[in-house]
């Protein structure tokens, strides 16, 4: 597609529900008793492949536009899938089944699309081997070979939520207690959403104790608006002249808004302001409003409180003035695409001064850009970032399979250019 420059953007805008707690929700209200029903359900192609897999295994689901309702059968009503489940693009998909399918009295293969199956699973597959999980392979194809489960104690070599998350589901299955070291916090969801169903779980700064579970208690769901969707929108709104957007209903857990702590370092002039709290998750609505960036430096305990948001931060970075370095962000590479060599390959083509580290990039900005050919990669974020760089490239730009952007965002681009006056 040809992407279209705008000059100014202004208007209200409320982005698609939070990607994480869409999965989890439906995930977890499958192993609940009773019927939870959930609203703000985010339609992307992920957290559909979430809905199929459950299906699969029994787990009735009524869906009526983002209203969803899981009629869950408990921590044992799983019943054994007749084929594979396919996760389609999705590694929260694969990655928390593995826990949940780990202490199963049955057998159970995953696979997904052609980027799922190079993206590594071992990093889940090992720690829950050390309970006693049977899972064959570390790239999908995964053959699950349902077993008893022991707790352990395991501390995390990476900051990731879907590991410490798959986990956690297994801890509810296994015997004794389960404890988790975090090296840094990631996203809490799970836990969240585990205490308010009654689950054995605790937390301690970056200790997790989980403790098996005879069951959890369904619930009524409220899924705010995706901060990692509203992302894309806080940089345009900054970087544009003369504009200011407003998005509403924003999900603002402590764990997700290192994007807001990272564009307030670089100049951005943002307010948070609605701040409420539903089903205990905190939202609030965010305005944006064009403002002079500066390069700042983002790595540390922040990076996996905004792992999903670097790419567009990179965008902003090319138009602030100075350099900006992003590092202890390896986990980047495990993402749909190597996101690290992949912004670092697209911008290039724009004429960006990027270079690439190893555990991130150093942009020098504040430099004129030009148009380019962009290739997505199949990349949901990266085609949105993609699309926020392009506004201000001097010249015609274009874009690969944009139509990836459904993954967690459909109807982004009527969005986007919605907001043009």
Not at 326 to 337: P, R, Y
Request: charged share 25%.
């Amino acid at each position: 597609m040809i992407i279209h420059k705008m000059k100014k953007v202004n208007g209200e805008i409320a982005v698609p529900g939070d990607k994480s707690i869409s999965h989890r929700a439906v995930m977890l209200g499958a192993l609940a008793d009773g019927t939870t029903r959930i609203r703000g359900f985010l339609r992307g192609a992920d957290c559909l492949s979430t809905i199929d897999c459950f299906r699969k295994m029994g787990i009735k689901i009524e869906e009526d536009g983002d209203c969803v309702t899981v009629h869950g059968r408990g921590l044992h009503g799983l019943r054994p899938p007749k084929e594979t489940l396919y996760t389609g693009n999705s590694g929260t998909t694969t990655r928390l089944l593995c826990g949940i399918l780990a202490g199963q009295p049955f057998d159970t293969v995953i696979t997904g699309d052609e980027s799922i199956c190079k993206r590594p699973m071992g990093r889940v597959t090992k720690p829950l081997a050390l309970m006693g999980a049977d899972i064959e392979n570390e790239y999908c194809p995964l053959i699950i070979h349902g077993t008893k489960l022991n707790g352990i104690e395991y501390s995390m070599t990476v900051a990731s939520a879907q590991v410490k998350t798959a986990l956690i589901l297994a801890g509810l299955y296994a015997d004794g207690e389960t404890v988790i070291n975090e090296i840094e916090r990631s996203r809490d969801h799970t836990e969240l959403m585990l205490k308010a169903m009654g689950a054995g779980i605790e937390t301690d700064g970056l200790t997790i104790r989980v403790k098996k579970t005879d069951s959890l208690r369904a619930q009524s769901i409220t899924v705010p608006g995706d901060i990692s969707s509203a992302a894309f929108f806080m940089v345009l709104g900054t970087i544009m002249p003369n504009s200011e957007i407003t998005i509403k209903n924003v999900g603002i857990n402590p764990t997700r808004t290192g994007i807001i702590d990272a564009m307030t370092a670089m100049g951005a002039d943002i307010t948070i302001f609605n701040e409420r709290t539903e089903g205990g998750e905190p939202a609030a609505d965010i305005t944006v409003r064009t403002a002079r960036l500066h390069g700042t430096e983002i790595g540390g305990a922040i990076i996996p409180r905004l792992i999903d948001e670097l790419p567009v931060i990179a965008a902003a970075a090319v138009f602030a003035e100075g350099s900006t370095v992003i590092k202890d962000a390896q986990e980047l590479k495990v993402k749909e695409t190597n996101r690290i060599r992949a912004v670092v390959d697209e911008f290039k083509k724009a004429g960006v001064d990027i270079t690439e580290t190893e555990d991130g990039m150093i942009i020098n900005g504040g430099k004129p850009i030009h148009g380019a050919d962009f290739a997505a990669y199949g990349d949901h974020r990266m085609a949105m970032s993609l699309a926020i760089l392009a506004q201000l490239a001097e010249g015609e730009s274009t874009l690969d399979n944009a139509a990836c952007v459904d993954v967690s965002y459909p109807g982004f681009f009527d969005d986007f250019y919605g907001l043009e006056n």
